[in-house]
Every structure is written in structure tokens, then in C-alpha cells.
């Protein structure tokens, strides 16, 4: 399933690869701008950005604003009854019923809910995702056919030009040498422009570096430190920043 697969090389792709010339950066706006949206469809509960559940309020319960809490904490927005919602929830007793579509998804105790409420929601939401199959025949059609498309648009189109210049050995032999030093440069700037993750001392001096490279691992270690970004000076600036790469990486916090 394409949920379960870690997202961290094709991020490091496109941070160091794709945003490092104008023609990747046209193809990451278009991706940013035109995809993110439809996704939302078929994703699963727990990735969504915002999920809006009906769990109706209920005066006696004296875990009633404890279960809000751990819902908006996980991004399940409540709203009233009769709205358009990814979730309900009933209450039986001391039990937890996650409906979804009509249809219960699955019961729990609201003890045993607000003791790990992640856990819980995260079961839910594989419960209720019918779109793996597809996320991952998707996943695996992007990924074959960017690296495809590419080949045919640059080396093609080359291929064509030289062909029409030299002779077909000649054009042939020029067109394979290209090919490979466009693979080693690639190679080699994607080796060369990552930085490793700073130490949590050294985060605060990273984030204010001129270097677009190291502001972003110093991003991405806070995130991995599951630190504030608002307690480091300059965050603020990110969002500012002439580079794609920090600014994409500090909407992770948003």
C-alpha cells in the first residue's frame, strides 16, 4: 500500500533534484498545483489534512470534552448533525461505535480510546480505506512513467536533432555519451547537495545558514526531533525564502 511506503526518497528527489533547475521546479508547481486536491479523494482518513466527524455532545458524559480534545488533536473536526462527514460516532454506554457511510466501522471502549487514541483512529481509518489497490497501481504508474517521460522529452528530442546533423553512427554514439553524463552529473548534484541531519545543539544555526540545503535539513531534523519550529528564530522567514525547498518543507509544520 502506497500509505505504508516511506515517503523520504522521493522527497530527497525532489528537493535535490527537481528543485535544483527551472525545468523540475515547473514540473513540482504543477504537481503542488494541480494533483494535491483530487488525492484528496482517495486518501486514507489518517492523511487527510482535515476530517469532519459528527460526535454529537452529550451532557452527562464526563469524558465528553476528553474525546473532543483527542479528535481535534488528530485533525477530526466536529460538526453537527446532518453535514457532510467522513465519521460518526455514537456513544453506547461506555463504548465508542465509529460509523462511517452508514455502517459501523468499529467499537471500543472510550477508556481503552482515549489511552491510545492514534492507535484507535488509525485502525478506523484502515477500515474504512478502499483505495489502496489503486493508490498503489497509481504510485507505481507515476513513478515508471516520470523517469519514461523525461527520456523521451530530453534525450528524444536530442536523439532527433543529432540525427538530423550527424550520421546515424556518429548521432548514435554522441547521443549514448549524453545520456550518461547527464545521468553522472544528476547522480553526483543529488550526492552533493544533501546535508546530513544537524544535532538538535546546532538546529538553530542550520535554519539561519544562506545554505538552501542545509535550512532544509534543518527543517526536516526538527520535524524528526518532533521539535517547535516557533521556538527557533527566523521561522517565520522560511515562508519568504527565494528557495522552494524550505518553504515546502516548513508547510509540513502548517
Known amino acids: 500500500m502506497v500509505h505504508s511506503l516511506r515517503p523520504e526518497p522521493l522527497i ?4 535535490h533534484l527537481l528543485l535544483s533547475n527551472p525545468v523540475g521546479k515547473s514540473v513540482n508547481s504543477f504537481y503542488y498545483r494541480y494533483t494535491l486536491y483530487p488525492a484528496e479523494v482517495f486518501k486514507p482518513l489518517n492523511q487527510r489534512q482535515i476530517k469532519a466527524v459528527v460526535f454529537p455532545p452529550a451532557g452527562n458524559d464526563p469524558h ?3 474525546v473532543t480534545k483527542e479528535l481535534l488533536q488528530n485533525d ?8 457532510k462527514t467522513d465519521l460518526e460516532i455514537e456513544r453506547e454506554g461506555g463504548q465508542l461505535r465509529f460509523m462511517h457511510r452508514g455502517g459501523s466501522v468499529m467499537d471500543i471502549s472510550v477508556d481503552r480510546f482515549l489511552a491510545a487514541p492514534r492507535r484507535a483512529l ?14 498503489g497501481f497509481t504510485f507505481w504508474c507515476v513513478l515508471m512513467a516520470f523517469p519514461i517521460a523525461l527520456y523521451t ?16 553512427r556518429l548521432a548514435e554514439f554522441f547521443h549514448r555519451r549524453s545520456l550518461s553524463g547527464a ?11 544533501r546535508e546530513p541531519a544537524p ?28 521539535l517547535d519550529i516557533c521556538d527557533f528564530p527566523g521561522h517565520a522567514d522560511l515562508l519568504l525564502t527565494p528557495h522552494p525547498h524550505c518553504a515546502i518543507a516548513r ?3 502548517g
Open 12 to 15: 530527497e528527489l525532489r528537493d
Open 64 to 66: 465528553q470534552a476528553a
Open 76 to 83: 477530526y473536526l466536529p460538526v453537527a448533525a446532518g453535514s
Open 122 to 135: 488509525d485502525d478506523v481509518s484502515g477500515a474504512t480505506d478502499h483505495w489502496g489497490a489503486f493508490r
Open 153 to 168: 522529452l530530453a534525450f528524444g528530442w536530442l536523439r532527433l536533432v543529432v540525427g538530423l546533423v550527424l550520421q546515424e
Open 183 to 193: 545521468r553522472a552529473w544528476h547522480s553526483g548534484h543529488y550526492i552533493l547537495s
Open 199 to 226: 544535532h538538535p545543539d546546532a538546529i538553530a544555526t542550520t535554519l539561519g545558514s544562506e545554505n538552501w540545503q542545509k535550512q532544509t535539513a534543518a527543517v526536516k531534523a526538527i520535524r524528526e526531533y518532533h
Open 251 to 253: 508547510q509540513g509544520f
